[in-house]
């Protein structure tokens, strides 16, 4: 269940999150969606979260929180990032984790060529958690016509536990 890459509005290959409570973010990011811990501060001011064989890709900090103006409309840190996982037992398996914690879901869309859960991580970041399917499932598509979106059904993506 190791997300495969993240993706953020930044354009970086990683990303950096300040989090107001970084054991809570832990909880999220480590038992609910998969990442592994790489290095964490003792002082509990850090942590930086990987996937496999990348050193990190997901960096969380309290440092600058407790200074930065918060808002009830937009987290504390970047407005956007999307989290993909290389297989759909992988992302059925987060909904899973998600599911059992009653964490709240903003939407959960089938594009044709990708499935994708939103929500908000606890300090209100958004986030896209994602699995495409391989080209050969994609549904063919006469060329300058835009996939619709579907609801994804959930119950379906569970199966593939």
Same mark, same amino acid.
Request: glycine share 4%; net charge negative; proline share 6%.
């Given at each position: ?8 509005t ?24 998969g ?8 002082? +509990? &001011?850090?942590?930086?979260?990987? !996937?496999?064989?990348h050193?990190?890709l997901?960096a #969380?900090?309290?440092?600058? /929180?407790? %200074? ?11 407005? +956007? &990032?999307?989290?993909?996982?290389? !297989?759909?037992?992988?992302l059925?398996?987060v909904? #899973?984790?998600?599911?059992? /914690?009653? %964490?709240?879901l903003?939407?959960?869309?089938d594009?044709?060529?990708s499935?994708?859960?939103y ?37 379906d ?5």
């Open positions: 269940m190791n997300p495969h890459r993240i993706y953020s930044n354009n970086d290959n990683y990303v950096h999150l300040t989090v107001t409570d970084l054991a809570q973010s832990m909880d999220f990011y480590v038992k609910l969606l990442f592994k811990v790489s290095l964490y501060y003792e002082d +509990h &001011s850090a942590a930086y979260l990987s !996937t496999g064989s050193h990190y997901l #969380l900090d309290t440092w600058f /929180a407790q %200074y930065l103006p918060h808002s009830e409309s937009q987290g504390l840190g970047i407005f +956007h &990032s999307l989290i993909q996982y290389p !297989t759909r037992k992988d059925a398996a909904y #899973l984790n998600l599911k059992t /914690a009653t %964490y709240p903003i939407d959960a869309v594009l044709g060529v499935e994708i859960i929500l908000e991580d606890p300090d209100g970041n958004s986030l896209e958690l994602c699995w495409d399917r391989p080209k050969k499932e994609k549904p063919k598509q006469p060329k300058g016509i835009f996939n619709r979106s579907n609801p994804l059904d959930l119950e993506l569970l199966r593939a536990l």
